[in-house]
């Protein structure tokens, strides 16, 4: 994988790619082919996961149109954890050319997964913001970014079950704004359990909104 990133170069090859990655890199992308509508989890045929059919998610629908896997996941991984922030361009890239058009049709507001401060001030960005501003502007939505808050500092949730997520992450975020009657998008850009995105979408539920959609890059 290139360094750094280098204007119309693709970030894996430095192959000419106008959107930050080639064409012969696109194909080594993992489309998965049967997610649940529900969660986006990867399936072998289309229809609910068993987890979606034991107990509905806070969200009403999800997409997460890649799968974490090569070369997808080192490039997340040198954006969220390598100090490599302008990889935030070609991975917004990725993420406007392969989400679906419904995941966004109708939608008032977009909210990225926040960052507690702590965090945010170590990393020096929010790497589900940037995803989401640039997928805002491509496609005329309103990036809404104070309504919801971070207010717990939360440990890793790397290497974490379900039900540990859960706990780790419970009371984890506030939404201050009144959302009565939006339908409001939540965006990361990985979905491991969902359950990040899960605990927001509670949150969002609870301040009004109407519909709540999530939207991740990636899918682990």
């Not at 399936?43 to 969200?59: D, E, H, K, T």
């Amino acid at each position: 994988m290139a360094d750094g990133c280098v204007p119309d170069r693709c970030v894996l090859c430095l192959a000419p790619a106008a959107m930050g990655i080639c064409a012969d890199c696109a194909e080594d992308l993992v489309v998965p082919a049967s997610p649940c509508p529900t969660c986006a989890q990867p399936l072998p045929a289309a229809g609910l996961c068993p987890s979606c059919q034991r107990a509905a998610p806070a969200f009403d629908a999800a997409w997460a149109p890649l799968a974490y896997a090569w070369p997808l996941d080192r490039l997340l991984l040198s954006y969220k954890a390598g100090g490599r922030p302008q990889l935030a361009r070609p991975l917004a890239g990725l993420f406007m050319r392969y989400l679906d058009p419904a995941a966004t049709r109708a939608v008032d507001r977009v909210i990225p997964v926040p960052l507690h401060d702590g965090r945010l001030a170590r990393r020096g960005f929010n790497q589900a913001e940037r995803l989401a501003r640039g997928l805002c502007r491509a496609r005329g939505l309103e990036l809404d970014t104070r309504s919801a808050r971070r207010v717990l500092a939360t440990p890793s949730q790397q290497g974490l079950g379900r039900s540990a997520r859960r706990a780790n992450l419970r009371k984890a975020f506030r939404v201050d704004a009144d959302l009565s009657g939006l339908r409001v998008l939540l965006v990361d850009d990985v979905m491991t359990t969902g359950t990040t995105l899960e605990m927001l979408a509670r949150e969002v539920r609870r301040a009004g909104a109407i519909w709540v959609g999530a939207a991740a890059l990636a899918r682990a």
